[in-house]
């Protein structure tokens, strides 16, 4: 970060301009050669020297070279462990958990399950925030392809009326975070909607912007069912929306599964500082969405 004493340029600028994207970069070290690489790099320039150091750690350490990084698929995190936060300990303090918290309590709902009535799935996709785009992404093949393999091995035989009858009797929660409810910025919610800390797994009925704009809209009946298998379970729940109506809004990979005719409805964690270095949930709502999500296996 520029120094504030240095930045009164930078504090004439937009909050889009504020930071441009080329100044993410990162710090991997000085770069401090050892004596011997000192020694024999004294013709060189310090930015190659530095950068001579910094290589020879990264193949003593990991048998990594500078053309490795042409293929290499790099993941940019905040150094800090995941901890507990509050003088009770009530919260928890870390990057990501939008979408980690969900994807971690999912797989261990169904990995604690040893029996279902119908054939059940964990399938964690990436890439949602840009659009769910790729190999890896909602809106690849992936699931499809996979599902028709596994009819191809029934009795039956594959055929694609088997398939789309397949994913339209299914049920599905898109395991995704809410906003929580920013007592610091309460004009950006609308309070009687709202989902909070410490309530339990948030259902969306419906995501979208400024309304339902490229919303996915979940049935009542389907929402019925699941509300019926969490009560029974003594799971808390809450209903909310992301924010008020024409604040913004967001969306999940929800309408991507519903296409293809499929009961989906948004269930998640509810999340404080959002898409910020680090963010906060409910050591609470961690446990409910993990007693939700193994509610949710049984219907």
Known sequence: DILPHLAQKQMKETAS???PGESLDLIVGSGSPSKKEEKESKDKSEKESAKKAILSLLKQKYGFD???FGSAELEVV?????RFCGFDKSLVLAYGQDDRSCAYTSVRAIMSTTSVKRTACCLCVDKEE??????????????ENALAELIARLDGGYSDLTLRRCL??????????NAAFDPMNPDLFDRENASFLGGGIVFNKYTGSRGK???SDA??????RVRGALDKANVRYQMAELGRVDQGGGGT?????AKYGMNVLDAGVAVLSMHAPWELTSVADLNFAFNAYKAFLTL
């Not at 299914?170 to 395991?175: I, N, P, R, V």
């Open 17 to 19: 301009e504020f930071i």
């Open 66 to 68: 500078e053309a490795d």
């Open 78 to 82: 905040p150094a800090g462990k995941s």
């Open 130 to 143: 840009i659009g769910s785009v790729g190999a890896t992404g909602m809106g690849s093949h992936f699931f």
């Open 168 to 177: 339209a009797a299914s049920d599905m929660l898109s395991s995704d975070v």
């Open 213 to 215: 704009s490229g919303a």
């Open 219 to 224: 049935n009542p009946e389907f929402i019925a």
């Open 253 to 257: 990979i929800a309408y991507l599964a």
